[in-house]
């Protein structure tokens, strides 16, 4: 059998290309300071988990992410930002303040994610076990319904959270029509 390493490359910079969208987007959703581009920031990151579930062969994942995170919550939230009154009465907290909690946190996690790495880097990994499934929506079904069912109910009740928290966030900007 004839290996091809170019084919190789090319996987890894897709897989880079996915992981650099996640990352960007959760960056972004956690570190801005106005709220629509932080839904942004949520939707990018999910549309590079999606890129990863696909790149891991597993398209009813990334589908579903696709669906439920960016289409159903992301919209959801940016319909209750825009359904919200404007805040005119703006304070806003000073920087200098959180700029040190802000360090201890940059720092705890870089302290974390080097320590996930190097543990990862040094652990020998075994192979992936043969295919449960054939990854097909029935099989997947199945396994929803049967081994994965409080993951399933976990899942629905984060979307009702969300749900519920985009219909909190735009009450008050209703009331007043």
């Not at 897709?14 to 969208?21: D, M, S």
């Not at 920087?95 to 190097?118: E, K, M, P």
């Not at 993951?151 to 985009?166: C, D, H, N, Y």
Request: proline fraction near 5%; charge should be positive; include cysteine.
């Amino acid at each position: 059998m004839i290996k091809f390493p170019a084919a190789a490359a090319v996987l890894s910079g897709i897989f880079l290309v996915f992981l650099a969208t996640t990352v960007a987007g959760a960056l972004l959703a956690a570190l801005s300071t106005r709220v629509i581009r932080s839904v942004c920031g949520l939707a990018l990151c999910c549309l590079g988990l999606a890129g990863l579930y696909y790149f891991l062969h597993s398209p009813f994942l990334a589908l579903m992410e696709l669906l439920i995170y960016v289409g159903a919550v992301c919209v959801t939230i940016v319909f209750a930002i825009m359904l919200a009154e404007p805040d005119e009465s703006r304070t806003a907290a000073p920087r200098a303040a959180t700029a040190g909690w802000s360090a201890a946190a940059l720092f705890a996690s870089g302290g974390v994610f080097w320590g996930l790495a190097r543990l990862a880097g040094q652990v020998a990994w075994a192979p992936p076990p043969a295919r449960l499934n054939d990854g097909s929506v029935p099989a997947v079904g199945r396994a929803l319904l049967t081994t994965h069912s409080l993951t399933f109910e976990l899942i629905s009740v984060v979307l009702l959270v969300a749900i519920l928290g985009a219909l909190v966030i735009a009450r008050p900007g209703r009331s007043q029509l």
